[in-house]
């Protein structure tokens, strides 16, 4: 009875939970800008507000100030706590992570609409945040909401975590968990934890997570003359920092993205025959893939199997830009005095960050020393390692009840190709069970699973 009088609820509030969702995409609480920083304040204000209202202790973290390139100091996004929690002794206690700072977005990118207002088309909300990470966020808040109205106690003591900073670095995030779940420390009996940041692979059947790529960014500068020259004065004299750059790049991969560097696959784990077994059960259309990513005429595997494994299981290189060079309309003959190049790596089990980025930077001085140009290479890089769980453990069995009472059926069980830092901090620190649960927008579709 309890479970019916709460889908009764939700569905009876869909059209709120939308009106509510429009009111958080609207405040465009995008971390890297430093002129959207007080949006990201508001969006703190508007979630405190609700945990307060729906009877729980919102708590926050401050994390001290950040310096921007342009000189601006301004106060970092705090992190969020929700205490729901009543009896640690009775029920046990569940952490609910997301994060309400979004991507930047603008019309030019190639959005339909503005991407601050949310729209409905064809049944579906579109809006910065809709999916990553608004929605599930607020998701956590109207379950609450609902058995509260209903005078139905939570099933678990919960704890929510949300934060400002995801989609640039999760700052301070890392060293407040480390704290707080020290003896006495607010997350300390914390058992279980769920991510709620993730995707369904198609509209038909949802997911859950037990696995993430890590990842290594790199940034390679290369410097030569000490301001920009003209082309047609010193083309054909100096080594041009910008041909040094697109050699070391042209370097790293074959011709069909394969990975070249040495040593940088000799760590990734084999695979079982465990996993071929879930990869070949997983819905998936290779068609829908073409389309999401752009209406591309060919993928580099046909095979579902071989292209869920490229996208979860295997590391992946990915070029993505060139700082310095002359990238306006129109034309300018300059030869950049100094280029930076940008590329990641995606990792897996077991590659480590550390390992990767030492056999990466090797590799790059070695080719640049084959040029005898007489630049100067500078590598920075920033990293987080690769994660995977159990899928057998009692956190993920909740969860796949609790998707088959909501959805009538099964989930699958998925990786993911993207990162999310902050799963490996939660395993090392909290040692709980953790599991990502994804999600779906629709209108006809609740916004939320129910825990178990």
Known sequence: ME??????????????YIHRLREAVALDSVSSDPNKRSRCLDMANYICKWIEKLGGKPIVKHIGKQTFPDGQVLDYPPILFGDFTVDTKEKPVLLAYCHYDVQPADIQDG???????????QGKLYGRGATDDKGPLLGWLWAIEAYKQLGIPLPVNLLLCFEGMEESGSTGLDRVIEEESKVGGLLSNVKYVCITDNYWLTEHRPCLTYGLRGIVYFQVHIEGPKMDLHSGLFGGLVNEPMNDLIHLFSSLTDI??????????DSVAPVTKEEELLYEKILFDPQLLKQEAGQVSHLRESNKVKLLMNRWRFPSLSFHGIQGAFSGPGEKT?????????????LVPHQQPEEIARYVENYLRQQMNKIQSGNVLQVEWRGASPWLADYHNSNFQAARSAFQKVYQVDPDLTREGGSIPITNTFQEYLGGEIYEQTQLYTRNQSYYSLYE
């Open 3 to 16: 479970e019916e009088a709460l889908f009764n609820y939700v569905n009876q509030h869909s059209e709120e």
């Open 111 to 121: 959005w339909k609409f503005d991407p601050f207002q949310l729209v409905e088309e």
């Open 256 to 265: 069909h993205g394969n990975i070249l560097i040495p040593q940088v696959m």
């Open 334 to 346: 300059v030869i950049p005095g100094k280029v930076t190049g940008k590329f990641s790596i995606r």
